[in-house]
């Protein structure tokens, strides 16, 4: 697999997301922040559950730069505890609705597989985007919502789903096998209108470690898709696996880990520590020599 030289390919070209009618540019790497308001997400479960806290640590991710706040209720860590679409909804509700009434200009991701929840928010909210570990699989319903909706849509790759995606994953070249999954899900997603497509190659999600690796080293090949291409690898296990340490630990590995992904021409950075991805993007385009 031939690698391609970052500056001459589509990502250093300037283009924008339409966000019902906000613009993310995305002629320099961008930062999604991840606001979790679940109680058992594998790094700061349980830490924004309550919707006072969960509004300061939005509003903290805003000030430090977050381009976008990605806000999951649902954990897709390994073996994480299945709940109904209605507490989904009763979760979101009160976060996005403070959100919106502080900071209406926010750019706001809702990271959920289910096609009422996103139906609810829309109506209610204008949310962004949508980010969807399962790309369309879990729910028959999500791809008809997004077409209706016109908003980007994140497609995630995985191998399984959170309950069984780690007990044996298996590919031939995992890479590989990736491209091949995006190449039929964009042609599928293409046919059906959908244009705001934004991959995500799953790291951690159905991989083992040295599978993620091979999959970072490699990760410059999904410039191919000429899409924006999104990576959450902060604080992972895959990272703090490798050092022998914890996810407390990891933010020296996962910033080790994100200058590879801009080096390999990653678009957005899915993050939790907003500050530290800022600057590591700041320092890759002055050493590229795009600081503005």
Request: glycine share 6%; charged share 20%; hydrophobic share 40%.
């Amino acid at each position: 697999m031939k690698k391609n030289k970052v500056k001459d390919t589509f990502f250093s070209k300037n283009r924008s997301l339409n966000c019902r009618g906000k613009l993310v540019g995305l002629d320099t790497p961008k930062v999604m922040g991840i606001l979790n308001i679940t109680p058992d997400s594998f790094y700061d479960g349980g830490h924004y559950n309550n919707p006072s806290a969960t509004l300061d640590r939005a509003g903290e991710m805003l000030d430090q730069g977050a381009d976008i706040i990605d806000v999951g209720a649902v954990s897709s860590r390994p073996g994480a505890s299945e709940i109904s679409d209605q507490e989904e909804q009763d979760r979101l509700h009160p976060v996005i609705s403070l959100i919106r009434e502080n900071f209406p200009d926010a750019i706001i991701s809702i990271d959920t597989y289910r096609s009422s929840v996103v139906k609810e928010m829309l109506a209610s909210y204008e949310i962004d985007m949508i980010n969807d570990i399962s790309a369309g699989e879990f729910d028959e319903n999500m791809i008809p919502t997004i077409i209706k909706s016109n908003i980007p849509y994140i497609i995630m790759h995985m191998q399984g789903n959170p309950g069984n995606m780690q007990d044996n994953p298996v590919y031939e070249n995992v890479t590989d096998e990736i491209i091949q999954y995006f190449s039929a899900k964009i042609n599928f997603l293409h046919k059906k209108g959908i244009a705001d497509i934004l991959i995500d190659p799953g790291f951690g999600f159905g991989k083992t470690l040295d599978q993620n690796y091979d999959l970072l080293g490699h990760s410059y090949a999904f410039q191919m898709f000429e899409l924006p291409v999104v990576a959450g690898i902060s604080r992972k296990s895959m990272i703090y696996k490798l050092l022998n340490t914890n996810s407390e630990n990891a933010l020296n590995g996962t910033t080790a880990a994100h200058m590879i992904l801009l080096n390999n021409g990653v678009n957005i950075l899915r993050v939790h520590d907003v500050k530290e991805a800022k600057q590591a993007i700041h320092i890759h385009l002055a050493a590229n020599k795009t600081v503005r």
